[in-house]
């Protein structure tokens, strides 16, 4: 799947909603729910954590390791870097068992994040994607959609712990095998995940001219084919597409009828700039249809998303921009009330 996250719109996908084994891709959740911990005031980034000698017995070098010895002391923001860059399992469960008391409990947070993502073909069984008979699974769209929170609601924690080329714990030097970071131009991350069961995945984003694309891989038969599937599909999204102003943030794109109103209607508009993504050179001449479940309920407070625009362009799956209210309706008095309801008998 290839999704440019500046238009919404999806540039090719292939069995989207697919379910399958995303072996340390599941790290991508862990950060992720380490970082609305972080964004909430509930976890620091400088907090020091004793590594248990369970933990270490049990992780310490099983599979992609951060290689944690038996009463380390590191801090949240070393373990952080060691999911993300060197895919530590073992740095994996030393963080969810320091932030939940207990694996179960962390992975029900992964799953509650999940939810309130619509992360709807997902459900995680463990932090790090280590084997666990089928329990942890997920699809493209749903990574596409966790990839997507992950650079919105977390841009300053993603630039720090994603896409790093590597790190050095216990003076073990370990590399990414990110196999975009420093080939593709604008390239940033986000993560590998490989077992025997999933195959080779990879969950990808880079930026180039204000434009983001976020990709998803998953089951190839071998890492070189995912990194070279990878590398084609990123540049060829930026290569042959490009991005056209459909309507400049908050410019108004229509009305919405309101009820309960001190007025009829609710101008809307878009926060960002509604852009179209088409292939170069081609033309543009999409259909805008304004969705709404209404009419609205009044209070409506400024910049409150009351609807969406769906953009249909010929040979591609349409996609949705949410539209906000570009002014306040006050709840209707007692007399706008009564007037509401005698134009609402003679009308």
Same mark, same amino acid.
């Given at each position: ?256 009828? &309101?009820?309960?109103? =001190? %007025?009829?209607? #609710? *101008? ?6 509604? /852009?179209?993504?088409?292939?170069? $050179? ?38 949705? &921009?949410?539209?906000? =209210? %570009?002014?306040? #309706? *006050? ?6 009330? /009564?007037?509401?309801?005698?134009? $609402?008998?003679?009308?």
């Amino acid at each position: 799947m290839l999704i440019d996250l500046s238009s919404g719109q999806t540039l090719f996908a292939r069995d989207p909603e697919r379910r399958f084994m995303p072996a340390s891709t599941t790290k991508i959740m862990t950060a992720y729910t380490a970082f609305e911990l972080i964004a909430h005031g509930k976890l620091s980034l400088d907090t020091v954590i004793e590594i248990s000698p369970k933990i270490a017995d049990e992780w310490s070098g099983e599979g992609s390791s951060m290689f944690l010895k038996a009463h380390d002391k590191v801090t949240v923001a070393q373990l952080l870097m060691g999911i993300t860059t060197v895919s530590g399992n073992d740095a994996s469960v030393a963080l969810a068992v320091h932030c939940a008391g207990s694996l179960d409990r962390w992975t029900e947070m992964m799953n509650e994040n999940a939810a309130f993502l619509g992360m709807k073909d997902s459900h995680f069984g463990s932090p790090n994607g280590y084997p666990d008979e089928g329990r942890t699974f997920t699809s493209a769209r749903d990574l596409a959609i966790l990839a997507t929170a992950l650079v919105k609601r977390h841009p300053d924690l993603y630039r720090r712990f994603i896409g790093n080329h590597g790190m050095v714990y216990n003076g073990i030097a370990q590399n990414n095998h990110d196999p975009i970071t420093g080939v593709v131009k604008g390239a940033d991350g986000i993560k590998t995940g490989y077992t025997r069961q999933a195959g080779y995945n990879f969950v990808g984003s880079a930026v180039r001219s204000g434009r983001r694309l976020i990709m998803v891989l998953a089951g190839a038969p071998t890492s070189s084919e995912r990194d070279r599937a990878a590398i084609k599909l990123m540049n060829w999204g930026f290569d042959d597409f490009q991005n056209r102003l459909i309507a400049p943030a908050r410019s108004e794109i229509g009305f919405a009828r &309101v009820q309960d109103g =001190a %007025e009829d209607t #609710v *101008a809307l508009g878009a926060r960002d700039d509604i /852009l179209a993504t088409v292939p170069i $050179g081609g033309s543009i001449s999409p259909k805008l249809t304004i969705h709404y479940r209404g009419p609205i309920q009044a209070p409506i407070a400024k910049g409150q998303e009351v609807a969406r625009l769906r953009i249909e362009i010929a040979g591609q799956a349409p996609h949705d &921009v949410p539209l906000v =209210a %570009e002014n306040a #309706v *006050a709840k209707a008095n007692i007399f706008q009330r /009564l007037m509401n309801g005698m134009r $609402g008998i003679f009308s």
